[in-house]
């Protein structure tokens, strides 16, 4: 069974601009969870999406959105860019969300975002 | 909110010495998850624990889960440079009795000198 994976890999953007990731997860999994990934901060959550939906949302401005398509493929995007946006950004895939029993997560190998 | 502050910050063993991480909350969790991150990597899923006391084995890895379910622990004996890497604890934030998304902590980078 294939991984997660996300597109670009890398990525070299302008203060001001935006940019859109892309993540694809393990076939069958309709979760996908988004992270933000800084030496400073550590992991931190961005958001998580279910069959389409928004289940859950972290401490991130405005210009952070995200959005899952029917095939539960994930794209989310950064408008406006800032310095302090250059990050790793992690994309994780599990088969659901919010119940009690183990629900591991499956990272991808992320999207290093540079912002100059 | 939760928070969670997982200690310490960075471990540098010799290899053979063991190791141990642990994770603390401000509030009572309903399970928690461990994480290995390999330099360079992304996080890898290595164990859930959800009861009160429970104590979970995976070869040289032994993790625990505090009786009042506010801390967690990681021990490795015997680390192997293969143990490199930083290991995250990630509880899953509760709301109002339905679980929300995993908070991971900071993590704990651990170093194994040969």
């Known amino acids: 069974k294939a991984g997660v994976t996300q597109t670009p890999r890398y990525l070299i953007k302008t203060r001001g601009q935006q940019v859109t990731l892309s993540c694809s997860p393990i076939?069958?999994?309709?979760?996908v969870s988004w992270y933000q990934q800084t030496p400073g901060q550590g992991l931190q959550f961005l958001f998580e999406?279910?069959?389409?939906?928004?289940?859950n949302k972290g401490n991130f401005p405005g210009r952070f959105s995200g959005r899952q398509f029917s095939n539960s493929r994930s794209e989310m995007n950064v408008s406006t860019l800032e310095l302090g946006d250059s990050a790793l950004y992690l994309c994780?895939?599990?088969?659901?969300?919010?119940?009690?029993?183990?629900?591991?997560?499956?990272f991808g190998p992320g999207t290093r975002l540079t912002v100059t | 909110g939760q928070q969670v502050m997982q200690i310490p910050q960075y471990q540098h063993v010799q290899e053979g010495e063991d190791f141990t991480t642990y994770c603390n909350s401000s509030?009572?969790?309903?399970?928690i998850q461990w994480y290995k991150q390999r330099p360079g990597g992304h996080p890898v899923f290595l164990i859930q624990?959800?009861?009160?006391?429970e104590v979970k084995k995976q070869k040289r890895l032994t993790f625990q889960f505090g009786e009042a379910k506010k801390n967690s622990s990681l021990h490795i004996t015997a680390t192997q440079t293969t143990d490199v890497g930083t290991y995250f604890c990630?509880?899953?934030?509760?709301?109002?009795?339905?679980?929300?998304?995993?908070?991971f902590g900071k993590g704990t980078k651990l170093s194994v000198k040969p």
């Open positions: 994780a895939s599990s088969l659901t969300t919010g119940l009690a029993g183990v629900n591991e997560q499956y």
């Open positions: 509030t009572t969790l309903s399970n």
């Open positions: 990630a509880p899953r934030r509760n709301y109002g009795g339905s679980q929300g998304n995993l908070i």
């Open positions: 076939s069958g999994h309709r979760s």
């Open positions: 999406y279910f069959s389409e939906t928004q289940r």
């Open positions: 624990l959800v009861k009160s006391g």
